[in-house]
């Protein structure tokens, strides 16, 4: 096998992996939601490890596909990527395109759904703080960005 397949081969199942460590992503980021609505803390803390420990993966796979992406002179991102994916030849090479775009949809929805548990995140935050009297209180009858 030559260097050029080893590399070829490397982002074929790391593109397989983060389809699979995305989906997992989602589900903790979904599960994490209930969780910060029941303030069951243990769980929190668990499902964060958890999601912290996926996240890592990712980006050194994202990490990895952009020295690739470099050995073979492209730029990267999405089109050095999409220029990427045209080396890889017929049924496998739009089953790989395909995976790709699955993977930006996912990752798009984990972005929501972390978006999602920020908000939940800052308006527990608030509520402390005006329980506690150390929010400003003008504020508490006026339009939360929520």
């Not at 980021?29 to 929190?44: P, T």
């Not at 800052?122 to 929520?146: F, K, N, S, V």
Request: proline share 2%.
């Amino acid at each position: 096998m030559t260097r050029r397949d080893k590399l070829l081969h490397l982002v074929e199942c790391e593109i397989q992996q983060d389809g699979v460590d995305y989906l997992a992503l989602r589900g903790l980021m979904q599960a994490l939601y209930g969780h910060l609505l029941e303030r069951d803390n243990l769980e929190i803390d668990q499902h964060n490890r958890d999601i912290l420990r996926l996240v890592d993966d990712i980006a050194a796979r994202a990490e990895r596909r952009t020295k690739v992406l470099a050995a073979f002179g492209f730029e990267p991102g999405l089109a050095g990527m999409a220029a990427l994916l045209t080396h890889f030849p017929g049924r496998r090479g739009e089953q790989l395109q395909q995976a790709w775009q699955r993977l930006g949809q996912l990752a798009s929805q984990c972005k929501r759904l972390n978006e999602r548990n920020g908000k939940l995140l800052a308006m527990h935050h608030d509520i402390l703080a005006q329980l506690l009297g150390t929010g400003a209180g003008p504020q508490l009858y006026t339009q939360q960005g929520y």
